[in-house]
C-alpha cells in the first residue's frame, strides 16, 4: 500500500518560544508560583491546618515503609520524622505561634512536593531524545523488513510507515498557534506516553508537558527520556490532600502559562481493553479552572481539549492487563505497576519486539473542543450543537460576571469527561483484528446463555470451535452494521475493513494479539479456534459500547 | 450572589394558571417579571386587564409577545408551557439563550418524539424516544444550568395566597440557591435536591395516578379505595422511575408524595377532574374539548403504556387506565380490576 507521505512544518521553529522552554527557564520562579497557590487553595479549602499536617505525616511515613522506590530521595524519612517532631512539639506554643508554625510547616512540604514535581525540559536533551527515537527506529525497522545489511541505512521505510496518524491534524495545528491545547488520549499501552511523544513532534508540535508515573523515573532510560520530553512526575502513592492539590496546580499554572499538555484521562492503562468510560475528573478539572482564571484576569487565550484515540491490533501487556482486571480487587490505594516493565531491560526487549515487527498503530486526532466540550472550529471559537458561535466566557458568568463556584465546576467536568467519551467512540478506529474478537466472543456467550463471564472464560477445548462459515455470517452482519454507522460518523474504521468480508477476516486473524505466547484466535481446518479466552475478552472489550451485540 | 443579578427581571414563558402564579409569586421579593404570552391578542387582552388565567396580575409583571426580549432582558428563566407545546418553544427562545442563563422549568409531562415507524413489539419505544423537559432544554440550546419546579403546587391555591412548598431540583448548586433566593416567601418553602430527573419523573408520572383518583373519586369508591390507589400508585410510579433513571428518594419527598396527596385529592388538579369526568360516563374526546388548560397525565399514560411493555414493568394501575381512556374497558370493569391489584410484597423497593 503507498501513501502520500506528509511532512508537517513545525509551527513554531524557534524554540525559545516554546511555552515549555519559557516555562524551564524560569523553573524557580514557576515552582514558586505553584507553592503559594497550592498554599493559598488549602487555606481557602477550609480544613483546619493542623489536621491535614497530621494525615500527611501519618501518611507518607506509612508509604516510606510499606513501600519504598529507587527514586525517593535519601532524606525523605528524615524530612517527615522532622515535621512529625516539629509539629509534636508546637505544644508549648502558644496558639499565634502553633499556628504560625504549621503554616510553615504546610509551606515546608509543598515547596518539596512540588520541586519533586516539577520537570526539567532540556532542549539538547530533547533533541537528543527525539532525534534517537525517529532515526532510531527507523534504522531497527528497515533492519528487520528490508533485507540485507545495507538496508540499515534504507530510507524505505520511516516510523510513519509503521504508524499511521489520521484524522484532524491540520486542525490540531492551528488550534496550537492559536490557545493552549490539552490532548487527551485513550490509555491501553505503556507505550503510548512515547508513541505520543512522537506524534506530537511529527506534527511539527512544541512539545508537551504530561504528568507520567514516578514508578516509570525508577528506570534510568526511561527517566532520562521522560525528563528530556518535558514529563513532571506524579506519584500515585501519594493521596493526601496536600500533595493533590500542589499536582492540581502545578498543571493549572501551566496551562495558565501555554504549556500544551498530555493528560491521560483514563489515569491508568485500560484494564479491560475497553475505552475508558469513567475518567479521572481532578486534572481534567485543572483545565476548567486555568481557563476560568484566564477569563477572569482578562486573558483571552483559550484552552482546546483533543480527544486522541490509539489502536493497536496488538497490546504486549494484555495478558497481564487482562488478568489483573479479572483479579480485580478494585482499591488501586498502593497502586504497584506489573512487573513486565520494571527493568531496563525488559523495557529494552519490549521496544524491540514492538518496532521490529510489523503491526500497524493507528493514531486517531480528533476535533479540538472548549473546556465544556463544544467542538472549535479552525479559529478556536466554540461552536452549539446547531452550529451557531458560543462564547465560552459565558459559562462562567452569573448575572454580568465571571464567578468562581467549585460546584459548578465540578459538574462542568463531568460534562466535559462526557464528551471526551463520546468522542472517543466516534474516533476510535476499527480493526478487523478487534472485531473478530468481537465476534467470536460473543458468538461463545450467545451459545452459553446460562453461563457468566468467568464460566465462559473457562469453558473446555472441545467448547471453544465455531464453523467457520457460521462466524464468517455473523461477522459479516456486524461488519454491515458498522459501515453503517460509520457513515452517520459514529465510529471510524482502518481501511482493510472496507474490503471482501473474507479478505477481512483473515486480516484480522492474523493480527489479533500476533506476538502473544499464545493467538486468541486462529483458523484451522475451518474452524475458527479460541487459543486464549481471556486474551480474546481482551480484544473484544475494544467494541463494546457501541450496541452491536443486537445486530448479531 | 451578585447584586446586579437581582436588578434584571426575572422571565416567566408561558401564561397559563401555573405560570401566571409563579409569575406573581417572584413580583413578591421585590422582583420585576416579563411573562411571555404567546398568542398575541391575548397578550394585548391580558396587557390591558391585568388579569391572566383569572388571577390578577401584579404591578411589577410586564407582559411581552416576544422571546427575544425575554432572552436578552432575562438571564434566569421560568418556562412554564405544556409539554406538546415545549420543544417548539426552545426552538424559538433557543436563539436568544446563552450559557450563562439560568432555566428553571416547571412543566410535568413528557417529550416524545415519534419515530418514523409506529410503534410495535419489533420497534419499542425506549428511554431514548422519550425528553424530560430538562433534556429537551439542553438538547435545544446552549444552557446547561438547568433546573425543574416539582411538588403539590396546585397553581389556584397559589394563587389565592395559602401555604405551600415546592422542590428545586438541580445538579448546579447555585440553580437551586437562585430559584430560593427568588420564590421563598413567609409562606411559600422551597427545599432543594440534585436529582433532577428524579424529581422530573416523580412530577410526570403522579399524574397517572392523579387520573385514576379521579375516576373512584367520580364512582364513589369511598376514601379507602383512594387510599389503596395512591399507595399502589407510589409503589408503581417507582418501579417505572427507576427503569427512567430516577432514584428512589425524589418519589418519597415533596416532588413525589407530596405532589400525589395533593393532586390525588382535589377538584383543582385537571388530571384528578379528567379521571372524575370519565367515571361520570363522559367521552375522552369531550372531556378535551371542554378544559383551558391540558392534562398531561393523558399523554403521559399512554407513554407509559409503550415504555412499560419495552422495560418490562409492571404497571397495573396505568395498563387500566389505557383501557379506559381507550374505550376498552368500561369504568365498572376497572373497578373489579382494581380490587385484583397484585398483592406480592407490599414495598419491595427499599432492601
Not at chain 1, 479460541?530 to 450496541?547: A, C, K, S, V, W
Request: glycine share 8%; aromatic share 8%.
Amino acid at each position: 500500500m503507498t501513501r502520500k507521505k506528509v511532512r508537517y512544518d513545525e509551527i513554531l521553529p524557534n524554540k525559545d518560544q516554546w511555552p515549555i522552554v519559557k516555562l524551564s527557564q524560569n523553573r524557580v520562579g514557576f515552582i514558586k508560583k505553584v507553592a503559594d497557590e497550592s498554599f493559598h487553595q488549602l487555606l481557602t479549602n477550609g480544613t483546619p491546618i493542623r489536621e491535614e499536617l497530621e494525615t500527611t505525616v501519618y501518611k507518607e511515613r506509612i508509604r516510606i515503609k510499606a513501600n519504598p522506590w529507587k527514586v525517593d530521595p535519601a532524606d525523605d524519612l528524615r524530612f517527615w520524622n522532622n515535621i512529625k517532631s516539629e509539629l509534636a512539639e508546637t505544644a508549648q506554643l502558644t496558639p499565634e505561634e502553633t499556628q504560625a508554625k504549621e503554616r510553615e510547616l504546610m509551606q515546608t512540604i509543598i515547596l518539596r512536593y512540588t520541586e519533586e514535581i516539577a520537570g526539567s525540559f532540556k532542549q539538547s536533551y530533547y533533541r537528543f531524545a527525539r532525534t534517537f527515537i525517529t532515526f532510531g527506529f527507523a534504522r531497527l525497522l528497515n533492519a528487520t523488513r528490508v533485507k540485507g545489511f545495507l538496508s540499515l541505512f534504507s530510507r524505505q521505510l520511516d516510523l510513519d510507515d509503521k504508524i499511521q496518524i489520521v484524522g484532524q491534524t491540520e486542525h490540531i495545528r492551528k488550534l496550537a498557534k492559536k490557545g493552549t491545547v490539552v490532548m487527551v488520549p485513550t490509555h491501553f499501552s505503556n507505550l503510548d506516553s512515547i508513541l505520543i511523544g512522537w506524534v506530537i513532534q511529527f506534527l511539527g508540535l512544541p512539545a508537551f508537558i504530561y504528568g507520567a508515573g514516578l514508578n516509570l523515573f525508577n528506570i534510568k532510560i526511561l527517566a532520562y527520556f521522560m525528563n528530556s520530553l518535558g514529563a513532571y512526575k506524579v506519584d500515585r502513592r501519594k493521596r493526601n490532600p496536600i500533595y493533590l492539590e500542589t499536582l492540581k496546580n502545578y498543571s493549572k499554572l501551566a496551562l495558565m502559562e501555554g504549556a500544551h499538555s498530555l493528560f491521560f484521562p483514563g489515569g491508568t492503562r485500560s484494564r479491560s481493553g475497553e475505552i475508558e468510560k469513567n475518567l479521572k475528573l481532578g486534572l481534567l478539572g485543572t483545565a476548567i479552572e486555568a481557563q476560568r482564571e484566564m477569563y477572569q484576569t482578562n486573558a483571552d487565550r483559550k484552552i482546546f481539549i483533543v480527544p486522541v484515540v490509539i489502536n493497536y491490533h496488538f497490546v504486549l501487556e494484555a495478558p497481564a492487563l487482562i488478568k489483573e482486571y479479572l483479579k480485580k480487587t478494585g482499591q488501586e490505594r498502593f497502586y504497584q505497576e506489573a512487573d513486565e516493565f520494571s527493568t531496563s531491560y525488559k523495557m529494552g526487549t519490549f521496544m524491540l519486539k514492538f518496532f521490529t515487527k510489523g503491526s500497524d498503530i493507528s493514531v486517531s486526532i480528533g476535533r479540538g473542543m472548549d473546556v465544556l466540550g463544544n467542538y472549535v472550529d479552525d479559529e478556536g471559537n466554540s461552536l452549539d450543537a446547531k452550529g451557531n458561535p458560543i462564547d465560552t466566557r459565558d459559562y462562567f458568568r452569573s448575572g454580568d460576571e465571571i464567578t468562581e463556584d467549585s460546584q459548578r465546576e465540578h459538574e462542568y467536568v463531568r460534562i466535559l469527561s462526557k464528551r471526551i467519551v463520546e468522542e472517543y467512540h466516534k474516533f476510535n478506529r476499527v480493526f478487523a483484528s478487534h472485531l473478530v474478537a468481537y465476534t467470536a466472543f460473543k458468538m461463545l456467550q450467545r451459545r452459553n446463555p446460562t453461563l457468566d463471564l468467568y464460566g465462559i472464560l473457562r469453558l473446555s477445548d472441545e467448547d471453544l470451535e465455531i464453523d467457520y462459515e457460521e462466524f464468517k455470517e455473523a461477522y459479516k452482519k456486524l461488519r454491515d452494521h458498522i459501515l453503517k454507522i460509520h457513515k452517520e460518523g459514529k465510529v471510524d474504521v482502518a481501511n482493510h475493513m472496507k474490503k471482501r468480508a473474507t479478505i477481512s477476516i483473515l486480516h484480522g486473524l492474523e493480527n489479533v494479539g500476533m506476538y502473544h505466547a499464545r493467538r486468541p484466535l486462529i483458523l484451522k481446518n475451518n474452524k475458527i479456534i479460541i487459543q486464549d479466552p481471556n486474551t480474546l475478552f481482551y480484544y473484544h472489550n475494544r467494541m463494546e459500547g457501541y450496541e452491536l451485540e443486537k445486530y448479531l | 450572589m451578585s447584586s446586579k443579578n437581582t436588578s434584571r427581571p426575572v422571565g416567566v414563558v408561558g401564561a397559563g394558571s401555573f405560570g401566571t402564579a409563579i409569575a406573581n409569586l417572584l413580583t413578591e421579593n421585590s422582583q420585576r417579571v416579563i411573562l411571555y404570552v404567546r398568542d398575541q391578542t391575548k397578550s394585548k387582552q391580558i396587557a390591558e386587564t391585568r388579569v391572566s388565567a383569572g388571577q390578577k396580575l401584579s404591578d411589577r409583571i410586564s407582559i411581552t409577545n416576544s422571546l427575544q426580549e425575554i432572552g436578552e432582558e432575562c438571564h434566569v428563566i421560568f418556562p412554564v408551557v405544556p409539554s406538546a407545546n415545549f420543544r417548539e418553544m426552545m426552538q424559538n427562545l433557543s436563539p436568544h439563550l446563552r450559557p450563562y442563563h439560568i432555566l428553571i422549568h416547571g412543566t410535568k409531562g413528557f417529550d416524545l418524539r415519534l419515530p418514523d415507524k409506529p410503534f410495535s413489539g419489533r420497534n419499542p419505544m425506549t428511554r431514548a424516544h422519550v425528553r424530560t423537559m430538562s433534556e429537551v432544554i439542553k438538547e435545544e440550546s446552549s444552557v446547561v444550568r438547568v433546573g425543574c419546579m416539582a411538588g403539590p403546587n396546585l397553581a389556584r391555591e397559589i394563587a389565592d395566597h395559602k401555604p405551600a412548598a415546592t422542590v428545586i431540583a438541580s445538579q448546579f448548586n447555585e440553580v437551586v440557591e437562585v430559584g430560593q433566593r427568588l420564590l421563598k416567601n413567609d409562606r411559600f418553602l422551597i427545599y432543594g435536591g440534585n436529582d433532577l430527573i428524579g424529581a422530573e419523573l416523580s412530577g410526570i408520572l403522579k399524574n397517572i395516578i392523579a387520573v385514576g383518583a379521579g375516576m373512584i373519586h367520580g364512582l364513589g369508591l369511598g376514601e379507602n379505595a383512594r387510599a389503596l390507589l395512591i399507595s399502589r400508585g407510589l409503589v408503581e410510579m417507582i418501579h417505572v422511575g427507576r427503569a427512567l433513571g430516577g432514584n428512589i428518594q425524589a418519589f418519597l419527598g415533596l416532588a413525589g408524595v407530596g405532589d400525589l396527596i395533593a393532586t390525588c385529592g382535589s377538584s383543582l388538579s385537571r388530571n384528578f377532574t379528567v379521571g372524575q369526568k370519565l367515571a361520570e360516563g363522559m367521552k375522552m374526546e369531550a372531556i378535551i374539548a371542554g378544559m383551558e388548560e391540558v392534562a398531561e397525565g393523558v399523554k403521559t399514560i399512554d407513554i407509559i403504556h409503550e415504555l412499560a411493555r419495552s422495560y418490562k414493568v409492571r404497571c397495573v394501575i396505568n395498563e387500566m387506565l389505557y383501557k379506559v381512556i381507550h374505550d376498552d374497558l368500561t369504568v365498572a370493569d376497572a373497578q373489579h380490576l382494581l380490587m385484583k391489584l397484585p398483592f406480592r410484597q407490599e414495598v419491595d423497593f427499599l432492601e
